[in-house]
């Protein structure tokens, strides 16, 4: 039944001649219509996809994201060199970017620990997408930060963000995992326009692949 969408499963078509003097059909102006109501699904488009040797900075910077939906930054074995700094991330429409109302809460579990290690913000400045504790120069970091817009026309557009990854070593030493979330608010339903991921203390990100997508 044509007129009876579905949102799964596969089309097809019968043509037949009931006549069995001529079994010859002529057809003219034939077409075929999808009625299923889930007829396509959003693309990724990179945004930024640079080795980290070849950016050479302390951030990952984007701007002009035309209010997507969806954002990913995904990256292996990310590190910074010179001294410590933690890995930090904040979002803004286009005016710049917001420096307040950030919140989120972080685990890591330790390969040999018995329980994981747990730590909260609230109302900061930043996400910690990477946890806290660690800020080392020798920590390599393995993982995707997956940012999803959440808005109603006319209302304060609202984020949420969800980071899994691991944190490993050059040495066949401790092994870590990592899981991070987190939520914050712009104000006057701006757009959501740009991201940076950056070391706080300003040391320069110089090991590693990186590559920033956005759905829209």
């Known amino acids: 039944d044509a007129d009876s969408p579905r949102t799964h499963g596969f089309f097809g078509f019968a043509i037949y001649e009931a006549s069995s003097v001529n079994g010859w059909i002529k057809i003219r102006d034939f077409k075929l219509k999808n009625h299923s109501l889930n007829t396509s699904l959003p693309s990724w488009d990179v945004i930024k996809s640079v080795?980290?040797?070849?950016?050479?900075?302390?951030?990952?910077?984007?701007?002009?994201?035309?209010?997507?939906?969806?954002?990913?930054?995904?990256?292996?074995?990310l590190r910074h060199?010179?001294?410590?700094?933690?890995?930090?991330?904040?979002?803004?429409?286009?005016?710049?970017?917001?420096?307040?109302?950030?919140?989120?809460?972080?685990?890591?579990?330790?390969n040999a620990a018995s329980s994981p290690t747990i730590t909260r913000g609230h109302n900061q400045g930043q996400w910690y997408p990477i946890h806290y504790?660690?800020?080392?120069?020798?920590?390599?970091?393995?993982?995707?930060?997956?940012?999803?817009?959440?808005?109603?026309?006319?209302?304060?557009?609202r984020l949420i963000y969800n980071y899994t990854g691991t944190v490993d070593y050059d040495g066949n030493n401790d092994q870590y995992f990592v899981n991070c979330t987190?939520?914050?608010?712009?104000?006057?339903?701006h757009a959501w326009d740009r991201l940076t991921f950056y070391n706080d203390t300003g040391q320069t990100i110089n090991y590693g692949e990186i590559e920033i997508i956005a759905q829209h």
């Not at 080795?51 to 074995?77: C, D, K, Q």
């Not at 987190?182 to 339903?189: K, R, S, V, Y």
């Open 51 to 77: 080795p980290a040797s070849t950016n050479n900075s302390s951030s990952y910077t984007v701007t002009g994201l035309n209010n997507p939906r969806t954002v990913e930054i995904r990256f292996h074995r």
């Open 81 to 110: 060199s010179g001294g410590d700094g933690r890995m930090f991330l904040r979002v803004g429409p286009s005016s710049g970017y917001i420096t307040s109302g950030y919140n989120d809460i972080g685990t890591y579990w330790e």
């Open 133 to 157: 504790d660690f800020n080392h120069n020798t920590n390599y970091y393995s993982g995707c930060i997956t940012i999803r817009r959440i808005s109603n026309s006319g209302q304060n557009t």
């Open 182 to 189: 987190g939520q914050m608010t712009f104000a006057n339903n």
